[in-house]
């Protein structure tokens, strides 16, 4: 039986009338027309449906619409300061991060989350991070690498917008279009591969 609930969804209040079991997934795609997310294990397990709730990343596929009613929830297009794609997305691009793409919604929303928490996190840092999603096409050093200049960019611009300017000098994290496959840094990798 279908009910109204109410949810803020990338800023916006929404009402939404569906059954109180059906998945936030669902609810975002198939109700609310926001394609971003995408459905992968239905289990919670593989990260491709990942939103961020109350900003902190977490699984839509599994959640019912009753647990998340009165919350705030971040896809994907949320990210985004309107056209401005947010840091991360802008990163991934650049660092040509996503192959077939499938999992990478979920993955920026909760790249986006660590670096709102932890602007300069260190590869073992993301690596753990992202270590819910799995990608089947072995981009995971891209990723990694591309979320590392995400966080540089956004300190690089805070302090552009204070008083320094300054390159923090990380290596290649600026994008030197290596193979990631040089950086002989094996950690980040296994660590996203599970």
């Known amino acids: 039986m279908e009910q109204t609930f109410e949810l803020t969804v990338n800023g916006e209040r929404r009402k939404v009338d569906a059954d109180a079991d059906s998945s936030l997934l669902h609810v975002l795609r198939e109700v609310l027309g926001l394609k971003g997310s995408r459905f992968g294990c239905g289990q919670g397990l593989c990260g491709a449906c990942f939103v961020l709730l109350d900003g902190r990343p977490a699984p839509s596929c599994d959640a019912p619409l009753r647990s998340v009613a009165g ?37 920026l929303v909760s790249a986006a989350a ?20 799995l990608c089947r096409c072995g981009a995971q050093r891209r990723m990694i690498r591309a979320v590392l200049r995400a966080g540089q960019s956004m300190v690089d611009g805070s302090a552009a917008n204070g008083t320094s300017t300054s390159q923090a000098g990380r290596g290649d994290a ?10 002989g840094d094996g950690v980040a990798a296994t660590a996203v591969e599970r």
């Open 174 to 183: 600026g994008g030197t279009g290596a193979d990631p496959a040089d950086r």
């Open 71 to 107: 919350r705030a929830v971040t896809t994907v297009e949320g990210l985004a300061d309107g056209d401005v794609p947010h840091p991360v997305q802008r990163a991934f691009l650049d660092e040509q991060a996503a192959q077939c793409g499938y999992c990478v919604s979920g993955i």
């Open 114 to 133: 660590l670096l709102a928490a932890q602007p300069r996190p260190d590869e073992a840092t993301v690596a753990a991070a992202l270590d819910r999603h």
